[in-house]
């Protein structure tokens, strides 16, 4: 409020010095323009310091940031698709900053874009348009910023998801909308497995058409999240098989199903198997472990570090790919071990389970408890200074996983509560995370 009105104050002066020498004849200066106001600065530093803090503008992360295109999104051209990214900027800002007055200024900002979103949805032409993409994907992401319960950010989620699916997959072929896309596959995928619900993302049209303009070429990390969008399937199928027979009592038909489930969930684990080698030989050097006593590990309690090693990455997208692949494989291990295998299956998977490697990373295993710990184990190169706010939103789905492998009363388990989701959320700044982990079964908090 005191910069506006100190704005007020500037332009009432500017005004008054226009007018004497207009009065002066001094026609070779201009008064100052009316809309001059010091709220366009502050938005820059706002929509900068966003961009800025989320994305390093490194070439792999640039495909992104494409719906925060201040530049083309006008006040009055492409209206809600301007207040969604301020009304975001501006909480993020304050947030940051610890601002409670830019905070609740983001919030009203937020406020006013909601119902010219609704109505732009309403259009039937306007609802496809890019701009309107990037006001779903920005409001989306203000709710994982600011929102108080994992069941709003669901349902921000379920609608994009559902935009996304009417827009249809050749509309993301070529950027925008394709780096839209991009950022909008992850937010689905993590909403299709936190509630267990297959996505239209498994659909083949989906995991290609996007990739045609680019002659079919995919980044590892784009097929890492192929290969998550057939989880949730799977993981709906389980539950629904579990929920016709009790363990132990599976015969007939129900075994057929058990069996034809278990082998579409091991076909995912053979497609895993074979992006982990492909990674390997990639980007194996990227990584290293390092001895805690070489560092501060944010990895600690106080009895000292959790881990006698931790792990460095030459670049974040690495790291990512690492908790990306360590959260599929313990998702699909889950789902075999909880179907019930009368001819002892398990111990004839041998090497398709387990495979040795010469990284520091335990890659094809079936050491579940392993696998969060090297979650974990990445979260001191996660939470480093340079990417804090990208790191907290990309691993938020993995330390959820991780969690639910844990002992609840181990002593990473707890860590994991009472100092990583304080360093993680309230010092990042995405408040969604702490419902997302809170709902936990056997939350301590």
Same mark, same amino acid.
């Given at each position: &409020?005191?910069?506006?009105?100190?704005?007020?104050?500037?332009?009432?002066?500017?005004?008054?010095?226009?007018?004497?020498?207009? %009065?002066?004849?001094?026609?070779?200066?201009?008064?100052?323009?009316?809309?001059?106001? $010091?709220?366009?600065?502050?938005?820059?530093?706002?929509?900068?310091?966003?961009?800025?803090?989320?994305?390093?503008?490194?070439?792999?992360?640039?495909?992104?940031?494409?719906?925060?295109?201040?530049?083309?999104?006008? @006040?009055?051209?492409?209206?809600?698709?301007?207040?969604?990214?301020?009304?975001?900027?501006?909480?993020?800002?304050?947030?940051?900053?610890?601002?409670?007055?830019?905070?609740?200024?983001?919030?009203?900002?937020?406020?006013?874009? /909601?119902?010219?979103?609704?109505?732009?949805?309403?259009?039937?032409?306007?609802?496809?348009?890019? +701009?309107?993409?990037?006001?779903?994907?920005?409001? %989306?992401?203000? +709710?994982?910023?600011?929102?108080?319960?994992?069941?709003?950010? *669901?349902?921000?989620?379920?609608?994009?998801?559902?935009?996304?699916?009417?827009?249809?997959?050749?509309?993301?072929?070529?950027?925008?909308?394709?780096?839209?896309?991009?950022?909008?596959?992850? $937010?689905?995928?993590?909403?299709?497995?936190?509630?267990?619900?297959?996505?239209?993302? +498994?659909?083949? @049209?989906?995991?290609?058409?996007?990739? +045609?303009?680019?002659?079919?070429?995919?980044?590892? =990390?784009? /097929?890492?999240?192929?290969? &998550?969008?057939?989880?949730?399937?799977?993981?709906?199928?389980?539950?629904?098989?579990?929920?016709?027979?009790?363990?132990?009592?599976?015969?007939?038909?129900?075994?057929?199903?058990?069996?034809?489930?278990?082998?579409?969930?091991?076909?995912?684990?053979?497609?895993?198997?074979?992006?982990?080698?492909?990674?390997?030989?990639?980007?194996?050097?990227?990584?290293?472990? *390092?001895?805690?006593?070489?560092?501060?590990?944010?990895?600690?309690?106080?009895?000292?570090?959790? #881990?006698?090693?931790?792990?460095? #990455?030459?670049?974040?997208?690495?790291?990512?790919?690492? =908790?990306?692949?360590?959260?599929?494989?313990?998702?699909?291990?889950?789902?075999?071990?909880?179907?019930?295998?009368?001819? %002892?299956?398990?111990?004839?998977?041998?090497?398709?389970?387990?495979?040795?490697?010469?990284?520091?990373?335990?890659?094809?295993?079936?050491?579940?408890?392993?696998? @969060?710990?090297?979650?974990?184990?990445? &979260?001191?190169?996660?939470?480093?200074?340079?990417?804090?706010?990208?790191?907290?939103?990309?691993?938020?789905?993995?330390?959820?996983?991780?969690?639910?492998?844990?002992?609840?009363? %181990?002593?990473?388990?707890?860590?994991?509560?009472?100092?990583?989701?304080?360093?993680?959320?309230?010092?990042?700044?995405?408040?969604?995370?702490?419902?997302?982990?809170?709902?936990?079964?056997?939350?301590?908090?």
């Amino acid at each position: &409020m005191r910069i506006q009105r100190r704005a007020e104050i500037q332009q009432k002066q500017f005004q008054q010095l226009g007018g004497r020498l207009d %009065s002066a004849k001094h026609t070779a200066h201009p008064s100052v323009p009316h809309e001059l106001s $010091l709220r366009a600065f502050d938005e820059k530093i706002y929509v900068s310091f966003l961009i800025s803090k989320l994305f390093s503008h490194r070439p792999r992360e640039q495909v992104h940031c494409f719906w925060m295109d201040y530049k083309r999104f006008h @006040a009055v051209t492409a209206k809600t698709a301007y207040q969604s990214l301020l009304a975001l900027a501006t909480v993020f800002y304050g947030r940051a900053h610890g601002q409670a007055e830019i905070v609740k200024k983001g919030t009203r900002i937020y406020s006013d874009a /909601l119902p010219s979103l609704r109505a732009d949805l309403a259009d039937p032409v306007i609802a496809f348009n890019f +701009e309107t993409i990037a006001s779903t994907t920005t409001l %989306s992401m203000f +709710e994982l910023l600011v929102g108080a319960s994992e069941d709003g950010w *669901i349902h921000h989620a379920g609608g994009l998801a559902r935009l996304i699916e009417a827009r249809g997959p050749s509309r993301h072929k070529s950027y925008p909308e394709k780096g839209a896309f991009l950022q909008h596959r992850v $937010l689905i995928i993590a909403k299709a497995i936190i509630t267990r619900k297959r996505t239209f993302l +498994e659909d083949e @049209a989906w995991k290609t058409a996007p990739w +045609e303009e680019d002659g079919g070429f995919k980044s590892r =990390c784009d /097929l890492l999240n192929d290969i &998550m969008c057939d989880i949730p399937h799977l993981m709906e199928d389980v539950d629904i098989l579990s929920s016709k027979k009790s363990p132990g009592s599976y015969n007939g038909q129900i075994d057929v199903e058990a069996a034809n489930l278990r082998t579409r969930i091991l076909a995912s684990v053979i497609t895993l198997n074979k992006w982990w080698r492909e990674w390997l030989e990639e980007r194996s050097y990227n990584c290293v472990e *390092i001895p805690v006593d070489m560092t501060t590990p944010n990895t600690a309690d106080m009895d000292g570090p959790l #881990f006698s090693h931790i792990l460095m #990455f030459s670049d974040f997208w690495t790291a990512f790919e690492v =908790c990306g692949h360590n959260t599929a494989r313990i998702l699909l291990l889950q789902m075999l071990r909880s179907i019930p295998d009368s001819s %002892s299956h398990w111990r004839t998977l041998g090497a398709l389970l387990d495979e040795t490697n010469i990284s520091p990373l335990l890659g094809i295993s079936s050491d579940i408890t392993g696998l @969060a710990h090297e979650i974990l184990r990445c &979260m001191d190169f996660c939470q480093a200074e340079q990417h804090k706010a990208t790191g907290t939103f990309c691993v938020l789905l993995p330390t959820r996983v991780a969690y639910q492998s844990l002992n609840k009363d %181990s002593r990473e388990a707890r860590w994991l509560w009472r100092r990583s989701a304080d360093q993680l959320i309230n010092l990042n700044g995405f408040e969604i995370g702490r419902e997302i982990l809170r709902n936990l079964p056997g939350s301590p908090v």
